[in-house]
């Protein structure tokens, strides 16, 4: 399984970038789709997800600003991300997991400028 993940950068605070993750399998009967972030010197952290139900999830940080989505026909995850701050300078990585594996993709800096 490959995920691709694109549309990071170096935006502005206050920005609104979208992240768009294609993947190569189906993205509809999963157990977790969603995207993680590592800052520098930080642990990977939770960003958003869809659960299996299709329900979603979102770090306290991000509720709010930060929005999950997805498009099952072209087998792609985006996160629309809105009001950034500088402390969401991270690289962005999707994730799919399914009954038989977990996979990642290579990820996206998101770059903060204030």
């Known amino acids: 399984v490959q995920l691709q993940a694109s549309g990071g950068g170096v935006v502005q605070a206050r920005g609104s970038p979208r992240l768009s993750c294609a993947c190569s399998?189906?993205?509809?009967?999963?157990?977790?789709l969603g995207w993680y972030r590592q800052a520098p010197g930080k642990e990977r952290e939770l960003v958003a997800i869809f659960t299996r139900s299709g329900s979603t999830n979102y770090a306290d940080s991000v509720k709010g600003r930060f929005t999950i989505s997805r498009d099952v026909l072209r087998n792609t995850a985006y996160l629309e991300m809105n009001n950034l701050e500088p402390e969401d300078t991270a690289v962005y990585y999707c994730n799919v997991d399914y009954e038989w594996g977990r996979f990642w993709g290579q990820g996206t800096l998101v770059t903060v400028s204030s």
């Open positions: 399998k189906g993205i509809l009967n999963v157990n977790r």
